[in-house]
């Protein structure tokens, strides 16, 4: 009874905001014998903002793609904001407000929402989940395919820079992150987790392929995903987490901790940061104190965590550090 009152507490804890537009068709170029773009249809929802509809093994899925500044040179790199258990990508998009950064000049990136399925297990049922182990077991939603056939889809149509593709998400987005960074390895650069952490079967199965950047955002009163894990519902420890990747990364063994203190928010940060990891690559976790299940922005817990991922992420690719 008390696994199953958890895993109710869990549930009812994993969203963001909302909003809607209006749409004018715009059909996709399927003019490549080999491509897959001739599955899916484009509505233009915002200048330079797309809804993409298409059939993944049995399942309406979609997802919006904002694109690169006209002016930004090309080809671009792909950041994937994978919303919460329950909320919705257009939820994400306006709660983490990425579009302000990637869309920029200097910013050369495609920021991608992807839709989550629904979710109806013996455990569970949800509006929309991603298939990453733990709590979400029994699914059978193949979600690491659906962001691989994403990633395939825009390249045809657009100028992608394969090595720079990377993933971030709050709660259960951040384990979808870490699940693709275990499975998808050959095409994610490096990922960031926001309240997120490892599912048992992720951590237990995971098969990397390279040196992988690693970013873990997390508050030490998150009570919907506990810094210290929460086995009845397959999470591990943020500690076992960094504990994999800076081993796999053949990382320093100690972090260097340095901690900064916000005392008009009556609160600190500590930065915990792995060091010399193959192809300079580095593990890290801002650990704020006081921080429940949310999302960070500066004036409520000192540090954005959409500054951080973006600076993160502009520092590596999938060979690692960025000359």
């Not at 600190?268 to 060091?275: A, D, F, G, I, P």
């Not at 690559?281 to 954005?304: A, C």
Request: with cysteine.
């Amino acid at each position: 009874m008390k696994n199953y009152l958890i895993l109710f507490i869990f549930l009812v804890s994993c969203s963001g905001g909302g909003g809607s537009i209006n749409s004018l068709e715009n059909e996709l170029n399927s003019d490549n014998e080999n491509s897959n773009s001739n599955m899916e249809k484009c509505v233009e929802e915002q200048n330079r903002m797309f809804r993409c509809d298409f059939v993944h093994k049995g399942l309406n899925r979609y997802y919006f793609i904002h694109l690169a500044h006209p002016d930004a040179q090309e080809p671009s790199s792909i950041i994937f904001n994978l919303h919460g258990y329950g909320s919705t990508a257009i939820e994400q998009m306006n709660y983490t407000n990425f579009q302000d950064f990637t869309t920029t000049e200097e910013n050369n990136f495609i920021l991608i929402h992807p839709q989550g399925a629904p979710l109806n297990t013996v455990l569970t049922s949800s509006s929309s989940h991603w298939n990453s182990g733990g709590w979400t077991i029994g699914s059978t939603v193949d979600d690491i395919d659906f962001i691989d056939t994403i990633i395939y889809l825009v390249s045809q149509k657009y100028n992608i820079n394969m090595n720079r593709i990377y993933s971030t998400g709050m709660s259960n987005g951040g384990f979808m992150s870490y699940h693709l960074a275990c499975n998808l390895s050959s095409k994610i650069a490096a990922v960031a987790s926001v309240t997120g952490s490892m599912s048992k079967q992720t951590y237990e199965s995971c098969n990397p392929t390279h040196p992988t950047a690693i970013l873990q955002i997390h508050g030490t009163l998150d009570g919907t995903v506990p810094i210290d894990g929460n086995s009845a519902l397959g999470m591990e420890s943020i500690n076992k987490v960094l504990n994999f990747w800076k081993e796999y990364n053949s990382c320093d063994s100690e972090p260097l901790i340095s901690v900064t203190d916000y005392f008009s928010l009556e609160l600190s940060v500590e930065h915990w940061e792995y060091l010399n990891c193959l192809n300079s690559t580095q593990v890290e976790l801002y650990k704020v104190d006081g921080m429940w299940h949310t999302w960070p922005r500066e004036n409520t817990f000192g540090i954005s965590a959409t500054n951080k991922i973006i600076k993160f992420f502009n520092t590596y690719d999938i060979n690692g550090k960025i000359n």
